[in-house]
């Protein structure tokens, strides 16, 4: 491995518990504003169950988050590693007919939050795609390859709120929460590095994996 990608992974592990730090931090705020005495009386329970876990799991698990991450790096860089077939956006009828409705709907937030952080961070992340592009000396740009992509840190998420064994409810409530702020502390962190590391964002100088790239 290359020093300069070791060096971002290294970068990204080290930020990822501030990240999800600010992030809840921002989500309680909103949860909070969203609990109204005169609402309806199961989405209130839910919204007030959702508060009670934020102060209950979240130091937890913002500190099991740099390590889910790292993990998640190590797969990404193991030798002869493949990438999954399916992506966080893929989801067939055959998958749909054996969930429940709150694991289809926690699938779907889960899409909803990739959607809107590649819309805010989506500059930034192109060029840090490049340049991981770039670092493995390919002649194309693909975005699966770039091991700090935000579907990365959303399976991370899902992986220790799993081990913490968040309720499922919960975890739905959190991501329609959690999405906003998780957008911005990417992008920012995402600016941050291409500052940092020099990365031009040169993206044009590249032809991306199904299109041009942006």
């Known amino acids: 491995m290359q020093p300069a990608y070791a060096a971002l992974l290294t970068a990204a592990v080290s930020g990822a518990e501030a990240l999800l730090t600010a992030a809840f931090a921002k989500a309680l705020v909103s949860v909070r504003s969203d609990i109204q005495p005169e609402g309806d009386t199961t989405a209130q329970q839910t919204l007030a169950l959702a508060l009670q876990c934020i102060d209950r799991f979240a130091p937890q698990l913002c500190t099991a988050y740099p390590i889910a991450l790292r993990d998640a790096h190590q797969q990404h860089t193991k030798s002869g590693f493949q990438l999954a077939g399916v992506s966080l956006t893929d989801l067939n009828i055959e998958q749909l007919e054996l969930?429940?409705?709150?694991?289809?709907?926690?699938?779907?937030?889960?899409?909803?939050?990739?959607?809107?952080?590649?819309?805010v961070a989506g500059d930034n992340l192109a060029a840090l795609d490049a340049h991981f592009a770039a670092l493995e000396g390919m002649e194309q740009v693909d975005p699966a390859r770039n091991p700090l992509r935000p579907d990365v840190y959303l399976s991370a998420l899902q992986s220790v709120m799993t081990r913490f064994k968040v309720p499922r409810v919960v975890r739905v409530l959190w991501l329609q929460h959690l999405s906003g702020p998780l957008a911005t502390g990417l992008n920012s962190a995402y600016a941050q590095w291409r500052k940092n590391f020099h990365i031009s964002g040169a993206s044009s100088a590249y032809q991306s994996v199904g299109g041009a790239a942006g």
């Open 99 to 119: 969930m429940d409705p709150t694991q289809v709907q926690e699938r779907i937030e889960r899409v909803r939050a990739l959607q809107h952080i590649l819309v």
